[in-house]
């Protein structure tokens, strides 16, 4: 029943700054954690930044000091704020949400993923 909206990629210079956005839907039982991976061609993906239901945040090394994870709960939103953006960051960005289902098993919804390109 959930679904995740993603919202924000684009194409930037070097340097500069993106906000993504994903907005959730649909009944969710039971909210663990929100998080954006990412994945650029011919490479696995990868955890970028994640949020836990109590507000912790853990980021990927590489984008440490540079990338912040928010959330807005009264619009079931999570934002990841991207600045000094460098050209590996070049990737497809996908909205992650883990939570429960109805029968009490925790599960991961995904976004159809949105593309940021930066360019040098």
């Known amino acids: 029943q959930v679904q995740l909206v993603e919202s924000g990629g684009g194409l930037v210079q070097a340097g500069g700054s993106l906000r993504l956005s994903c907005a959730a839907s649909?009944?969710?039982?039971?909210?663990?954690?929100m998080g954006w991976y990412r994945q650029a061609p011919g490479k696995q993906r990868e955890l970028v930044a994640i949020?836990?239901?109590?507000?912790?945040?853990n980021y990927a090394d590489s984008v440490k000091g540079r990338f912040s994870i928010s959330r807005d709960n009264a619009k079931n939103t999570v934002y990841l704020q991207m600045n000094s953006l460098k050209p590996e960051d070049t990737a497809v960005y996908y909205c992650?949400?883990?939570?429960?289902?109805?029968?009490?098993?925790?599960?991961?919804?995904w976004g159809k993923g949105t593309l940021v390109t930066v360019s040098s």
């Open positions: 992650n949400l883990a939570g429960g289902t109805s029968l009490g098993y925790a599960t991961n919804y």
């Open positions: 649909g009944t969710i039982f039971n909210l663990y954690a």
């Open positions: 949020i836990t239901s109590g507000g912790s945040t």
